[in-house]
């Protein structure tokens, strides 16, 4: 594991912890969960950067805490894609995702209800890290499939190669990996 550390975001006036976020790769990670007031300012800041949009989409879970805050402050809804059927769901849809911190493909799902939700929107897609951008592609795949209208990609930190692209909206960069 390399070393941990720490970092500043955009619009925090203290350190963000940097934990380990895989025993299998050595990648600093970024975990908001248990953090009020990071996930308070980070939600802040990361709004004033986003475009107007009617309904906020997140997939699980680290993404979640950020989704609800900045949703509870702007559009006031937001819906999660879960990583496994539940029992609530009617008729789900699903995607496949591969993302950097799992050496598994998972599979995204939304009932139908959220679909309803989302259909005709302005959606914005929220994560609290991208990386090489497969969990935010599925989102797309499952937003265009019920037809949706993402306006915005949005996360706090935007880890290599996404740091460089032109059609997400970030608070920080993030080395892919830390010496
Ligand atoms: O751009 P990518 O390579 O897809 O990586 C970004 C994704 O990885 C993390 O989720 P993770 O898959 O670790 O799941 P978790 O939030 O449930 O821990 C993060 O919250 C993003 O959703
Ligand atoms: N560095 C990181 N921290 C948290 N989640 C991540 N997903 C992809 N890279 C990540």
Do not use: W
Not at 149 to 169: F, P, Q, S
């Amino acid at each position: 594991m390399g070393e941990v550390y720490k970092m500043t975001i955009a619009g925090c006036d203290r350190e963000l912890p940097i934990c380990p976020i895989s025993d299998k790769l050595d990648i600093a990670g970024f975990v908001m969960f248990g953090d009020v007031e990071i996930t308070e300012k980070v939600a802040q800041a990361l709004m004033e950067k986003c475009p107007e949009h009617d309904i906020i989409i997140t997939a699980e879970s680290k993404g979640i805490p950020l989704a609800y805050e900045m949703a509870r402050i702007g559009c006031r809804e937001y819906v999660v894609a879960r990583k496994g059927i539940k029992a609530y769901m009617t008729n789900p849809i699903k995607v496949e995702v591969k993302s950097i911190t799992t050496d598994h493909v998972q599979t995204l799902y939304l009932s139908e209800e959220d679909c309803t939700k989302l259909k005709n929107k302005r959606i914005l897609i929220v994560d609290d890290v991208i990386s090489t951008g497969e969990s935010l592609a599925a989102l797309e795949d499952l937003v265009h499939e019920i037809g949706g209208n993402v306006v915005g990609k949005a996360c706090v930190l935007a880890e290599g190669d996404a740091a460089d692209r032109t059609d997400i909206i970030f608070l920080e960069p993030l080395p892919l990996f830390f010496k």
